[in-house]
């Protein structure tokens, strides 16, 4: 797929909390029925559970709502969540685009940041490619941090 030039992100509100939950429902049903985690409505909730707009940006492309990114400060380092992108525009580029942005202001503020990612989920081969290694894993979650560069 070409790469999307169009894309931006915005503060999210907490208007957008219904549709990124319906997004988070579509992004992550292969990897949570891989895994036998999928419930229709815990997908959800979870979502709804953390969501925090003041952490929270909404990826756009084209003026669209396309997905969403958190970043949550913690005593020692930010957790990247909430990372989702619609699946017909993943491997286009945004992603990257998004993720890098994000660890630029981390690497200025000198913050480490840490991730989970489901087990098998390709979201990982993203995260390695930006300098995220291994913490530690179990048979759902791999843990995983990046230091400032």
Same mark, same amino acid.
């Given at each position: 797929?070409?790469?999307?030039?169009?894309?931006?992100?915005?503060?999210?509100?907490?208007?957008?909390?219904?549709?990124?939950?319906?997004?988070?429902?579509?992004?992550?049903?292969?990897?949570?029925?891989? #895994?036998? +985690?999928? &419930?229709?409505?815990? @997908?959800?909730? %979870? !979502?709804?559970?953390?969501?925090?707009?003041?952490?929270?940006?909404?990826?756009?492309?084209?003026?669209?709502?396309?997905?969403?990114?958190?970043?949550?400060?913690?005593?020692?380092?930010?957790?990247?969540?909430?990372?989702?992108?619609?699946?017909?525009?993943?491997?286009?580029?945004?992603?990257?685009?998004?993720?890098?942005?994000? #660890?630029? +202001?981390? &690497?200025?503020?000198? @913050?480490?940041? %840490? !991730?989970?990612?489901?087990?098998?989920?390709?979201?990982?081969?993203?995260?390695?490619?930006?300098?995220?290694?291994?913490?530690?894993?179990?048979?759902?979650?791999?843990?995983?941090?990046?230091?400032?560069?």
């Amino acid at each position: 797929m070409a790469p999307v030039v169009d894309w931006g992100t915005r503060p999210a509100s907490v208007a957008d909390v219904a549709p990124l939950a319906e997004l988070r429902a579509v992004v992550l049903r292969a990897d949570l029925e891989r #895994l036998g +985690r999928y &419930d229709e409505e815990r @997908v959800r909730q %979870r !979502l709804r559970d953390g969501f925090d707009p003041a952490h929270t940006w909404v990826i756009e492309v084209g003026g669209a709502l396309a997905g969403c990114v958190a970043l949550r400060p913690a005593e020692d380092a930010h957790w990247l969540e909430h990372f989702y992108l619609a699946p017909h525009l993943q491997g286009s580029g945004i992603g990257s685009g998004v993720l890098r942005d994000l #660890l630029d +202001r981390c &690497d200025r503020s000198g @913050v480490p940041v %840490r !991730l989970n990612v489901l087990q098998g989920s390709p979201a990982r081969r993203l995260y390695e490619r930006h300098g995220f290694t291994l913490v530690a894993e179990d048979p759902v979650d791999v843990f995983m941090v990046r230091t400032p560069t």
